[in-house]
């Protein structure tokens, strides 16, 4: 299995709204991220888990919560968000394995966000 | 932290033409770079990727080429086809204390014309 998946592939929510993006990898990749792209922009990194611990939070505001439950899954927990918010979301994967670098960050298809 | 510039936004050539995109980056910690081809409303996907110990990758119609002394890197695309048309992005990537971080580049339209 080379791919990385997201559920669901769309979402529409309030902003009083509690709910969760999922990703899955199982390609034995240590290192997962969240990426928010807005349209005609490029990727914006929000978080890297490594080993699941989380390793990299840029600035993210609060009401975004990322979850690594094991290392195949990764979650992202959404609420009261803000209609700026609406954007794709991006989960993608990569090694690290122990002693060794490897650099290719595959991407699952994303979840469109739109938050009303 | 790292930025990475990138030429054109926007790009047209006729099929069969060769196709070139710039990048720029700021940081000499940078030490991989690779190029996502956006579909829309797809997933970026990698299409080619260099490391800083090299200055030259090829895989078929598509190239890479890195100077890191000048900090810029490079796609070229040769004999292009309909199906490349997309947008492209470069990005360069930093280890940190953190991990692997990939700041992108702005992206380019590609559209190739028959």
């Known amino acids: 299995d080379t791919e990385v998946t997201q559920t669901p592939k769309h979402l529409v929510m309030g902003m009083t709204n509690k709910k969760s993006l999922k990703c899955e990898q199982h390609m034995g990749h240590r290192a997962m991220y969240w990426y928010k792209q807005k349209a005609k922009k490029p990727p914006e990194l929000m978080f890297v888990y490594s080993y ?22 990764l979650n992202l927990h959404l609420h009261a968000l803000q209609p700026e918010d609406s954007a794709l979301y991006l989960c993608a994967s990569s090694h690290p394995l122990r002693g060794r670098n490897t650099d290719t960050q595959y991407f699952g298809p994303g979840t469109r966000l739109t938050v009303l | 932290g790292e930025n990475v510039e990138q030429h054109p936004s926007t790009l047209s050539v006729q099929e069969g033409d060769s196709a070139v995109i710039k990048c720029t980056y700021s940081d000499s910690a940078s030490n991989y770079f690779p190029w996502y081809k956006q579909e829309l409303g797809k997933r970026p996907q990698l299409i080619i990727d260099i490391r800083s110990n090299v200055g030259e990758k090829k895989d078929q119609r598509i190239a890479v080429t890195l100077n890191k002394t000048a900090k810029h890197f490079s796609l070229h695309i040769t004999e292009t086809q309909p199906e490349d048309s997309a947008v492209y992005f470069c990005a360069a990537r930093v280890l940190t204390g953190g991990g692997n971080k990939l700041t992108f580049g702005t992206g380019t339209q590609l559209k190739v014309e028959l």
Not at chain 1, 61 to 68: A, H
């Open chain 1, 52 to 73: 699941e611990k989380l390793s990299i939070n840029e600035s993210v505001p609060s009401r975004f919560s990322p979850e690594c439950p094991n290392s195949s899954l």
